[in-house]
């Protein structure tokens, strides 16, 4: 690599913990003032560095603008496959994908159920809001304020005995998915099925997708499915760190962002 370059991406890493003086950053690479000084000259007449009046240099708006479009270059479907057909191999379920798209959520990948059960849901359909483990992630993540316009919206048309029926057990629904992080679709869909579904993260922390697993009753019940928790949610994990997410971050805890 060239010794320059090395020194640019060295400042800029070193720039990403804190803020740096010229003297400190020349003791961090070990060269002389005027080497650095002339390293930072020309970053900053990119905007890859700035400095203040007190010859602080920080990171400039230049590399924002990079990151932005590296995440927005990053399709969530492409980076998703490889994890959700895992998981489908390792527990054998019926494995979707979801984004909130235009105030739906769209099935946008799916991996079938390994035994002969087939779920009604299809990749590019709407999965209903309401009754749906992806559905109430995805309107979980959205701001507050939002949530009752969303509630106030849908027909909550009723697939089985179980189905959410008002705008009012919809939003203590919403309650419950943001306090604990998941939703449940327990035989509200559709009769004998459960599902849980569990959010997935860009790098700054918004809901860009859900990932759920959906299971018949008589391969597994309601407790057996909810003790694969940890591994739909590890595979959400694994997708949301090739977003630029780090698990364990706090997250914001009501922002998704959707395609209009």
């Given at each position: 690599?060239?010794?320059?370059?090395?020194?640019?991406?060295?400042?800029?890493?070193?720039?990403?913990?804190?803020?740096?003086s010229l003297?400190q950053?020349?003791?961090?690479?070990g060269?002389?003032?005027?080497?650095?000084?002339?390293?930072?000259?020309?970053?900053?007449?990119?905007?890859?560095?700035?400095?203040?009046?007190?010859h602080?240099?920080?990171?400039?708006?230049?590399?924002?603008?990079?990151?932005?479009?590296?995440l927005?270059?990053?399709?969530?479907?492409t980076?998703?496959?490889?994890?959700?057909?895992?998981?489908?191999?390792?527990?054998?379920?019926?494995i979707?994908?979801?984004?909130?798209?235009?105030?739906?959520?769209?099935?946008?990948?799916k991996?079938?159920?390994?035994?002969?059960?087939?779920?009604?849901?299809?990749?590019?359909?709407?999965?209903?809001?309401?009754?749906?483990?992806?559905?109430?992630?995805?309107?979980?993540?959205?701001?507050?304020?939002?949530?009752?316009v969303?509630a106030?919206?849908?027909?909550?048309?009723?697939?089985?005995?179980?189905?959410?029926?008002?705008?009012?057990?919809?939003?203590?629904?919403?309650?419950?998915?943001?306090?604990?992080?998941?939703?449940?679709?327990?035989?509200?869909?559709?009769?004998?099925?459960?599902?849980i579904?569990?959010?997935?993260?860009?790098?700054?922390?918004?809901?860009?997708?859900?990932?759920?697993?959906?299971?018949?009753?008589?391969?597994?019940?309601?407790?057996?499915?909810?003790?694969?928790?940890p591994?739909?949610?590890?595979?959400?994990?694994?997708?949301?760190?090739?977003?630029?997410?780090?698990?364990?971050?706090?997250?914001?805890?009501?922002?998704?962002?959707?395609?209009?």
């Open positions: 690599m060239s010794q320059s370059l090395l020194r640019a991406l060295t400042i800029l890493l070193s720039l990403g913990e804190d803020a740096r003297d950053l020349a003791a961090e690479l060269v002389h003032k005027s080497t650095v000084l002339r390293l930072l000259q020309t970053m900053e007449s990119q905007r890859f560095v700035t400095h203040d009046s007190q602080q240099y920080v990171l400039g708006s230049r590399l924002f603008e990079l990151a932005n479009r590296a927005e270059q990053r399709d969530v479907r980076l998703a496959r490889p994890h959700l057909s895992a998981l489908n191999s390792a527990t054998g379920q019926t979707h994908l979801a984004t909130y798209e235009s105030g739906e959520a769209i099935y946008i990948d991996f079938d159920a390994i035994q002969s059960v087939r779920m009604y849901s299809r990749i590019g359909r709407p999965a209903p809001l309401h009754c749906t483990a992806v559905g109430k992630v995805l309107v979980a993540a959205q701001p507050r304020a939002e949530w009752r969303v106030e919206r849908i027909d909550y048309r009723k697939f089985t005995d179980r189905t959410i029926g008002t705008p009012e057990g919809y939003l203590a629904e919403l309650e419950l998915v943001a306090a604990q992080g998941y939703a449940e679709d327990h035989e509200e869909h559709e009769s004998f099925v459960n599902c579904g569990v959010p997935v993260r860009n790098g700054t922390g918004t809901v860009v997708a859900a990932v759920s697993m959906s299971v018949p009753d008589m391969l597994l019940d309601h407790d057996q499915v909810l003790a694969e928790l591994r739909v949610r590890a595979a959400a994990d694994a997708i949301s760190s090739e977003l630029g997410w780090t698990p364990g971050r706090t997250a914001h805890p009501t922002t998704t962002k959707g395609r209009s």
